[in-house]
């Protein structure tokens, strides 16, 4: 089950139908991970800035907002709670300028690396970081979404 909380009306001012993109999105990444039939549960905050920002410094000790945390809760297990995103509208339509990616295509992206990091994949080591970036280029060449280059 993928919850969807829009915490910032600044989303709708960039994807049409915010949820359901989302929700879309979401199903397709784990159909591509081959793990839909676990039907793990995913809550997504689709909020802003200010919001990152706070859950940056409260979790991270990083005093700046963020494009994308994740917050990991059960191993992936059939209906886990597998854990949550938050993704920063302010962070994605910036970065989108600054790569020239659609907001649709970073928004997407994004969802991806914070999906990746609920199921344990990390970019700390540089061997992790190769296996987590190949696996994102992988499926999103697959779903001919352009990778954002940050």
């Known amino acids: 089950m993928i919850e969807i909380s829009i915490h910032s009306d600044k989303w709708y ?16 990444y784990l159909e591509k991970l081959k793990i839909a039939n676990y039907q793990p ?3 997504i ?16 000790s990083q005093d700046k907002p963020t494009n994308v945390l994740s917050f990991s809760y059960e191993k992936l297990s059939p209906e886990c709670f597998l854990g ?20 649709l295509s970073h928004t997407a992206y994004l969802i991806l690396h914070g999906l990746l990091h609920l199921l344990g994949y990390d970019h700390e080591q540089e061997d992790e970081e190769t296996k987590m970036q190949s696996l994102e280029e ?9 990778k954002v280059l940050m």
């Not at 949550?84 to 907001?103: G, L, Q």
């Open 84 to 103: 949550d995103i938050a993704i920063s509208v302010d962070r994605i339509i910036a970065e989108s300028v600054e790569y020239e990616a659609s907001i």
């Open 138 to 146: 992988e499926i999103m060449a697959e779903l001919n979404i352009k």
């Open 41 to 43: 549960i995913i809550s």
């Open 13 to 28: 001012n960039v994807i049409d139908d915010p949820e359901k993109f989302v929700k879309n999105i979401i199903n397709v």
């Open 45 to 60: 905050l689709m909020a802003d800035d200010s919001v990152l920002h706070k859950l940056n410094l409260e979790h991270r």
